[in-house]
């Protein structure tokens, strides 16, 4: 927010509709999640309050932690993946001309398809029976098959996950470097920078603001993935690729499970704040101390 | 430190009709305090870009040293660079940022060697109290001391060039920088170029002073040389506050064209407005009328003020201490002149 | 300047060749009928046919899926940045009390997984009788856009220097023109990058889209979603389909690619 701000409490005419709208489509559910979350519901007549018995029953159940472990590991792989790949391929790519800009165009194409098409396309694309990548694999020698072998399952959701959304680090990386002075580049070739120093303490400083911003996004919505394992796997082989939000998914709407799905939410929900709180203060407190 | 030498040099943009610098010769000498005036879009840039390897020049030869420079690129001229804003490596202490260019590649020296050097260059800016501060730490005044100091650091440096270094910090810290910088240069006799638009930064700075205008180096000499006789009409033009004055011989009194004569056959004579003096009507050769009048102090008790004039269809300045009011007529008595035709110097008078 | 090293350009050659292969592979089953599909593997379509491009135009199910997307796609667009506006503007440019608070408390809606709400927002569009309507997904969808769109804007606006506002007010203009005529159109990357994100959360969402939708208001990603379950397979129609959904993505980049650098740069994404 900027500094030079008028002390004005009449400026909540102007927050007013958000927060309408922000608590319609927000609180009331939210609450609605809460309240379930402490009772239990046999039909929408009969229910008990439990107090914090399903939040027990959840951090217990195996089949819960099972995919709480998953989540974490696929997490970290796409972490770790995405975010060098998304710097390399942001300094790789041209300043200006039109080349520039179909490359921003092609990059930014995977963002804007719904994500069950992902899905698709990458079922379309992996099929060992007619996918390009499924058939060229076998003709190698390599007997890939995503839907039986729970590895290859992984490696595809994988690498669809980074087809997805690498591009959202590697557009925030190039719109960061773009912010580089050139007068810091011609500095460091005259000081005698090698390639990596000119990285590491030319560019990388520099765009630290949207990596942190990068590596909390694609943390959160990582955490979140429901629909293109979904579609690819289902959650398959076995249990092998059901994330948290399968799980959940599974559990309010396919059963019914209204108590346990309202707890799993909350853990869930509270999770993701946290990890995010403890990622960005663990970022910023860095900051201060410099 | 080195000897710089441009043999001919001269840079056009590809599939540009003109050169955005035209060839030059230039020899600056070791351990001097050179510098490049010239407004912007002069080429001062361009030229300072050719220096440090930038931008390679499509015709010429660059000499440091007698070591054939040309294209190669900068970090192979073992040249350093102050901006117009402190760059500096942002995530170091401001020890580790003076020390970089002596820990890279080519450079390597021992960490005694470092140490020392590095306390040496902190004491002659003195910034030594500030050696463990984070480089993001401290005021815009001391971001641009230590980009000086990491220009310095290389005790070997062939040339430290300076762009306009004194842009960024505030006014009354100007002057202080401006003296640590020339007290550096002496102390450590390193070769600098100094490029500006500020006529006072080049003028107090520099031994040599290079004056630029659309490519073109005009004049090359002493500050007082550049500001007294100026071989060009545009450099008394742009010296000076205001800049000289210029009348069209046809245009002056009988009497005084006649002293002309004979002086290279000026078109123009041209003089700064403290080479002249006023007198009451009939008192001198060239009349004129008082239009405006600033009073820019006093001096031994005497105002003194700087007067427009009138004379004639021309408008001149003059400095003077004598009371006057506007719509006053006077004479000037032109004390010291400069005579050019097409715009270059062909004569003077008064000046030794 | 040269900081694109040569290796990082063959591993953006790489990317973007990554990138490509399985939209190509997209393209070419859509181009080829379910029997060719089955029988052989072939890198070019030897026998294409735009069958499953004149199914989907003319199968109302499949156009009548898209439109249904493309209103609340439109309708949570329109919604969230005329809300976010003035919310905007006044985070931008006054303290009030709780501003802080109420500025991170929208942004922690950002974070919410959507899987949370599927039950409560069922629940709630069914019992003020939106649920199968365009608007129960607009505003559903509002829960992430709203939030969002306030940060983009507020990132913006807060580079625009109050002066502005003071010259206005000096030169007698109302407030209301001072907004519409003045600081909109000053706005104007932030508004494009805005939409950007809007429709980019809207148009590729499907779990709250198949979940407040029935029969009526069925959006084409869960129309997708069904076909395939149902008849088996019908890849051709399916890859033809996933095409149509790619496209309205690349336009809405080409349109505002200049302005979705700047506000990356600003990290509020």
């Given amino acids: 927010m900027a500094q030079n701000r008028v002390k004005d409490n009449r400026a909540w005419i102007g927050v007013l509709p958000v927060l309408l709208i922000v608590a319609f489509s927000g609180v009331i559910p939210l609450m609605t999640v809460v309240n379930y979350s402490v009772q239990d519901i046999l039909d929408f007549n009969t229910r008990f309050f439990v107090g914090l018995e399903w939040y027990r029953e959840t951090l217990d159940d195996p089949r819960f932690v099972d995919a709480f472990l998953r989540q974490i590991g696929f997490s970290a792989a796409v972490l770790i993946v995405e975010i060098p790949l998304g710097i390399i391929v942001a300094r790789g790519m041209p300043t200006d001309g039109l080349r520039a800009s179909l490359l921003l165009v092609l990059l930014a194409t995977p963002l804007l398809i719904p994500w069950n098409v992902v899905g698709a396309i990458w079922q379309i694309y992996a099929r060992p029976d007619i996918g390009l990548l499924g058939v060229t694999l076998n003709e190698l020698g390599i007997a890939f098959n995503y839907t039986s072998e729970p590895l290859h399952a992984w490696l595809t959701l994988l690498a669809m996950d980074i087809w997805h959304w690498t591009s959202l680090v590697a557009l925030l990386a190039f719109a960061g470097l773009t912010s580089v002075p050139a007068a810091c580049y011609q500095a460091a070739e005259l000081d005698g920078a090698s390639k990596w120093q000119v990285f590491r303490f030319v560019e990388l400083p520099r765009l630290k603001g949207v990596l942190v911003i990068a590596v909390l996004l694609r943390l959160m919505d990582s955490f979140m993935i429901y629909t293109e394992p979904f579609v690819l796997t289902g959650g398959g082989p076995g249990n092998t690729t059901t994330f948290l939000s399968q799980y959940l998914a599974t559990m309010a709407v396919g059963q019914f499970d209204l108590g346990p799905a309202a707890a799993f939410s909350i853990i869930y929900f509270l999770f993701i704040l946290l990890f995010s709180w403890l990622f960005y203060t663990s970022v910023m407190r860095d900051e201060d101390r410099s | ?352 | ?269």
């Fill in chain 3, 1 to 269: 300047m040269n900081r694109s090293s040569r290796v990082s350009r063959w591993v953006l050659l790489g990317y973007c060749v990554y990138l490509v292969l399985p939209l190509y592979w997209l393209l070419t089953m859509a181009l080829r009928s379910n029997a060719d599909i089955a029988g052989t593997f072939e890198l070019l379509p030897s026998n294409p046919t735009f069958a499953n491009f004149a199914e989907i135009l003319t199968n109302p199910v499949w156009y009548q899926g898209f439109v249904n997307s493309l209103s609340y796609v439109v309708l949570n667009t329109l919604i969230s940045v005329s809300v976010a506006l003035p919310a905007a503007y006044v985070f931008s440019r006054y303290r009030f009390l709780g501003d802080r608070q109420l500025f991170f408390w929208l942004l922690t809606n950002r974070m919410a997984p959507p899987a949370v709400f599927l039950l409560p927002f069922f629940q709630l569009y069914s019992s003020i009788g939106l649920f199968d309507t365009p608007l129960a997904v607009a505003l559903a969808h509002c829960l992430f856009t709203v939030p969002l769109s306030v940060w983009i804007l507020e990132g913006f606006m807060s580079g625009v220097p109050t002066e502005i506002d003071d010259m206005a007010r000096i030169d007698g203009h109302s407030f209301w023109f001072f907004f519409t005529r003045i600081f909109l159109p000053i706005n104007r990357s932030a508004i494009g990058v805005t939409v950007f994100f809007c429709f980019m959360f809207s148009w590729v969402e499907l779990l709250l889209a198949r979940t407040l939708t029935g029969s009526e208001a069925k959006p084409i990603v869960v129309v997708m979603t069904r076909t395939v379950s149902a008849s088996g397979m019908d890849w051709g129609v399916l890859a033809a389909a996933g095409v149509f959904t790619v496209l309205p993505g690349i336009l809405v980049v080409w349109f505002v690619r200049q302005h979705l650098v700047k506000g990356f740069a600003l990290g509020r994404v």
């Fill in chain 2, 1 to 352: 430190m080195a000897r710089i030498r441009l043999d001919n040099v001269g840079f056009t943009y590809p599939g540009a009709d003109a050169a955005t610098l035209a060839p030059l010769s230039m020899d600056i000498s070791h351990g001097e305090a050179f510098s490049l005036l010239g407004a912007s879009g002069a080429g001062k840039t361009t030229l300072l870009n050719l220096l440090s390897g930038i931008l390679q020049p499509t015709q010429g030869r660059i000499f440091l040293d007698d070591v054939d420079v040309t294209g190669l690129p900068g970090r192979d001229r073992n040249l350093s660079q102050v901006f117009q804003f402190p760059v500096l490596y942002q995530s170091m202490t401001v020890r580790e940022n003076l020390a970089f260019p002596l820990t890279t590649r080519g450079s390597r020296r021992n960490r005694a060697d470092i140490e020392a050097r590095v306390n040496a260059v902190a004491d002659e800016l003195n910034i030594g109290g500030i050696l463990k501060r984070s480089a993001k730490g401290i005021s815009l005044f001391e971001k641009q001391l230590v980009a000086i100091g990491r220009a310095l650091i290389r005790p070997d440096v062939s040339m430290v060039l300076l762009d306009e270094p004194l842009t960024a910090v505030e006014p009354s810290v100007k002057w202080r920088l401006r003296q640590t910088l020339k007290q550096a240069q002496q102390d450590l006799g390193v070769t600098m170029v100094y490029v500006t638009h500020d006529q006072t930064e080049a003028l107090t700075f520099a031994e040599r002073v290079a004056v630029l205008a659309n490519g073109y180096i005009l004049q090359t000499g002493t500050p007082d040389d550049v500001y007294q006789n100026p071989a060009h009409e545009f450099v008394g033009h742009f010296l000076g506050s205001p800049g000289m004055n210029f009348l069209p011989v046809a245009d002056l009194p009988e009497s005084l064209q006649q002293r002309v004569t004979g002086m290279g056959d000026p078109e123009r004579l041209g003089f700064r407005p403290e080479n002249a003096a006023l007198g009451l009507p009939n008192t001198f050769d060239l009349p004129g009328v008082v239009h405006s009048q600033r009073i820019l102090g006093t001096q031994r008790g005497e105002v003194i003020s700087m007067y427009g004039l009138q004379c004639g269809a021309h408008s001149v300045f003059v400095r003077s201490s004598m009371p006057l009011a506007v719509g006053d007529p006077v004479t000037i008595d032109l004390k010291r002149w400069i005579g050019f035709r097409d715009a270059i110097r062909v004569g003077r008078r008064g000046a030794e």
